[in-house]
């Protein structure tokens, strides 16, 4: 039993010693959008409590067509509460996007735009209910609120980005 348990850490210690060198296998595109999403997420957890928790993204020719950003959220959000969050996270994510010139001869074109996007916020609060929020998504200037209720994920509402945007202009005007 032992040797079982030695074998068991000398393999855990390879497997673990492997994923911290991953970024020497990473392109030096896939490098840049990293560094540059680990920076957003890092804003958007001090910011308003948006946890890391992937990213990726792809594109033709070594071009970026998409760039993905995935959080955790450890709070329970309704729609009109999470199209808030969902918003901000978009417009920051592009916002870092754009401004970094470091990306921008991996984009398939610049500047980016919500449409060249996906944000996943994952709710990781524990669900009264499978009618809560679960996820909520922009993918290509798409938003979905997705709930539990059904597997797969069942959209519960699903709205365009510009109609999110004219959604959260009345509610400042009506404050």
Not at 29 to 55: H, M, P, V, W
Not at 96 to 110: A, D, T, V
Not at 139 to 149: D, H, I, M, S, V
Request: one cysteine or more; glycine letters at 6%; a positive charge.
């Amino acid at each position: 039993m032992k040797n079982g348990k030695q074998i068991l850490l000398i393999v855990l210690g390879i497997f673990f010693m492997n994923c911290s060198n991953v970024d020497e296998y990473l392109t030096k595109d896939e490098k840049t959008q990293k560094q540059l999403t680990i920076k957003t997420a890092k804003k958007l957890q001090k910011e308003k409590g948006l946890y890391f928790s992937g990213f990726g993204g792809n594109g033709p020719n070594k071009k970026w067509d998409l760039m993905m950003l995935s959080l955790d959220y450890y709070q329970p959000l309704d729609i009109k509460l999470g199209r808030e969050l969902l918003m901000y996270a978009v417009q920051t994510y592009l916002h870092e996007i754009n401004s970094n010139e470091k990306i921008r001869p991996f984009l398939i074109h610049y500047p980016f735009t919500y449409k060249d996007i996906e944000v996943a916020i994952f709710i990781q609060n524990p669900k009264e209910n499978p009618f809560d929020l679960a996820v909520i998504d922009c993918l290509r200037g798409e938003f979905y609120y997705k709930t539990e209720e059904a597997l797969p994920l069942h959209t519960r509402f699903k709205e365009t980005y510009e109609e999110a945007v004219k959604i959260l202009e009345q509610q400042k005007n009506q404050k």
